[in-house]
């Protein structure tokens, strides 16, 4: 699968602010809606809509390593996105020496 990888925060503590106090924090990356996520010290990136009904995972929690749909408390791994038959999309993210960056299929962000 072909990436294209996209600069979101200059350093360590350019990432952590993006959080702002919280553990999970929508932000649009390229125009793609996304939720940061911070869960047992590490950080994923995740498509913010829930693949079951389509709303946003902003207010979702996260429990032993998933994420649980606020709405009907569907829970998807962070890791695979795997979850009541259903895949949330999930990114990866790449530390390199100017930042940190999101991987995107070549099509989602156009
Ligand atoms: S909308 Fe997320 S579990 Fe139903």
């Known amino acids: 699968m072909k990436l294209r990888w996209v600069k979101f925060a200059d350093d360590q503590a ?3 602010s993006l959080f702002m106090g919280k553990n999970c924090k929508a932000l649009k990356i390229n125009s ?3 939720l940061l ?4 010290g ?5 498509k913010n809509r829930c693949p079951h009904q389509g709303i946003t995972l902003e207010n979702a929690k996260c429990e032993d390593g ?3 749909c606020p709405w009907h408390h ?9 979850g009541a038959g259903l895949y949330l999309d ?3 993210i790449e530390k390199r020496e100017d ?5 995107f299929e070549y099509f989602s962000i156009f």
């Open 14 to 16: 350019h990432l952590e």
């Open 32 to 34: 793609t809606a996304v």
């Open 37 to 40: 996520v911070k869960h047992q």
């Open 42 to 46: 590490e950080i994923h990136l995740v």
């Open 66 to 68: 998933k994420i649980v």
């Open 74 to 82: 569907y829970g998807f791994d962070l890791k695979n996105g795997r």
């Open 90 to 92: 999930i990114y990866p």
């Open 99 to 103: 930042g940190f960056y999101a991987g």
